[in-house]
């Protein structure tokens, strides 16, 4: 019998690719997010507006009228914003917190009772090294994903005594259309900051699009879905390993030191 998976975020990026590559190796698949995707799909589909509490419950419901029985919940969906924070609006900042951070929880909410009742179940929030080292003109996602990595701790032990495993990837740079449906300040030049953040965006770019591709973070699920009894964090690619594993030993003035060297300078 195949088992059960609903993924948000899965019209595009990682959500997409691991919708896909579930579906192809059999699991019966369950995408969620706002629009359908722009390709033709082998999966079932629930449109959901992340940042709006009565999508998630309506989506919900109709997947659990249909489906009965969850074997793993996905929390892919994400997004991203940049600027100076100096610059950046409540409203902007309250809608990544939204997406990434309160969509993600109200949508594990609303699966969890199901994920209970059965055997070996799992949630993976797709988090970010962006989590674990601080990116500068980016502080808010680095924010939403620090505190996506609290929320998977928290959650693991939580649900440890019904048998829910909780993990969370940490991808790097994945060369996704994340880059491009980036929010961006539309101050990037200005008197204060001068080109500083205009700079910071197109390295952060350009090291996204020359990143890894999607289908290895989709491997990273897959190999969580299979193991009996997965890890709290999976950092995905070696130079990001390295990069979460120095930060353990490293001084936090230095950590900060490279950081600004490489995105705020």
Known sequence: ???????????????????????????????????????????????????????????????????????????????????????????????????????????????????????????INISSVAGELTVPFQTFYSMTKAAMNAYTEGLRMELKPFGVHVSAVLPGDTKTSFTANRQKSPIEVDPIYQDRIKRSIERMENDEQHGHDPQKVTAVILKILKRKNPPVFVTVGVKYKIFVFLKRFFPKRLLNWIMYIMYAK
Do not use: W
């Not at 082998?42 to 507006?49: I, Q, R």
């Not at 892919?76 to 997406?99: F, N």
């Open 1 to 123: 019998m195949s088992r059960t998976v609903v993924i948000s975020g899965a019209s595009s990026g990682i959500g997409l690719a691991t919708a896909k590559k579930l579906s192809s190796l059999g699991y019966q698949v369950i995408g969620l997010s706002r629009q359908m995707p722009k390709e033709a799909i082998t999966f079932d589909y629930f449109l959901c507006d992340l940042a709006d509490e009565t999508s998630i419950q309506k989506a919900a419901q109709n997947i659990l009228d249909k489906y009965p029985t969850i074997d793993a919940l996905i929390n892919c969906a994400g997004m991203g914003i940049s600027g100076a924070i100096e610059y950046t609006t409540l409203r902007e900042a309250k809608r990544i917190i939204d997406v990434n951070i309160i969509g993600s929880y109200l949508l594990s909410n609303a699966f969890i009772p199901t994920l209970r009742k059965t055997k070996g179940s799992r949630i």
